[in-house]
């Protein structure tokens, strides 16, 4: 079975810092795709970023880049130039590489940003 | 609408009261996910529809628990004889059979109903 482990539940960052949050995984599949996603207190679940297994390239989308160690299985967020809108939820996930699969979370990481 | 709505927003019950939640995916979308979020705790799958069919209802924690889709759009989640445990934000999530940016389909979710079972 596929399991998404976050070890901080709780992260904290000084505005216009950076951070990385961590998540490891597991899985027997040589084919998938890794997410973060972010929770704000709207409650409605936001893709930052998506990562495919077979690729060696770390995924980028503006200020956040993941380090995608697929051997390690592991599958961190960087979020760079930290800004008080990126305080939320932040989830790890994973699914299968297919056209429509359920989402695995992890339990997420609370991030908090200091002004 | 332009995205994925969830009523009500906020339902409280009693305990062994029935519930229903509805999901109004983005239109066009055939593929509906329901996800279940206790607190503290990422979501987690509970039934996937592709059109009106379950195409997968392994995630479904007893058989209190049913939904259904019956014309491919629209999705209810029905609990029977709620429990205390069954409170929860529970999260819909639709995608389209076509893939959008680098051949995936997305999962775009909606708001989430939180159930509150006294």
């Known amino acids: 079975a596929q399991t998404v482990t976050q070890s901080q539940p709780e992260m904290s960052v000084q505005e216009a810092e950076t951070v990385t949050l961590s998540c490891t995984y597991d899985?027997?599949?040589?084919?998938?795709?890794l997410f973060w996603y972010k929770q704000p207190p709207s409650r409605q679940m936001i893709l930052v970023i998506r990562?495919?297994?077979?690729?060696?390239q770390n995924a980028t989308e503006n200020r956040f880049s993941v380090n995608f160690q697929k051997a390690a299985k592991s599958f961190s967020l960087k979020i760079s130039d930290s800004q008080l809108g990126d305080a939320a939820m932040y989830f790890c996930?994973?699914?299968?590489?297919?056209?429509?699969?359920?989402?695995?979370f992890g339990s997420g990481t609370r991030l908090s940003i200091r002004p | 609408g332009a995205g994925v709505s969830q009523t009500p927003s906020n339902k409280v019950t009693e305990k062994g009261k029935y519930v229903e939640l509805r999901c109004d995916p983005i239109s066009g979308h055939t593929a509906l996910y329901w996800y279940r979020q206790s607190l503290g705790q990422g979501p987690e799958f509970l039934i996937y529809?592709?059109?009106?069919?379950?195409?997968?209802d392994s995630g479904l924690p007893n058989d209190r628990f049913f939904a259904v889709r019956p014309e491919g759009s629209v999705s209810t989640l029905k609990i029977q004889r709620t429990e205390r445990g069954d409170s929860a934000v529970y999260l819909c999530?639709?995608?389209?059979?076509?893939?959008?940016?680098?051949?995936?389909?997305?999962?775009?979710f909606g708001p989430g109903t939180r159930l509150t079972v006294l």
């Open positions: 999530a639709s995608s389209s059979k076509y893939p959008t940016s680098g051949g995936y389909n997305e999962q775009f």
């Open positions: 996930a994973y699914s299968l590489y297919s056209s429509a699969s359920k989402i695995i």
């Open positions: 990562q495919e297994a077979y690729k060696q």
């Open positions: 529809f592709q059109g009106t069919g379950a195409a997968d």
């Open positions: 899985t027997s599949e040589s084919d998938y795709y």
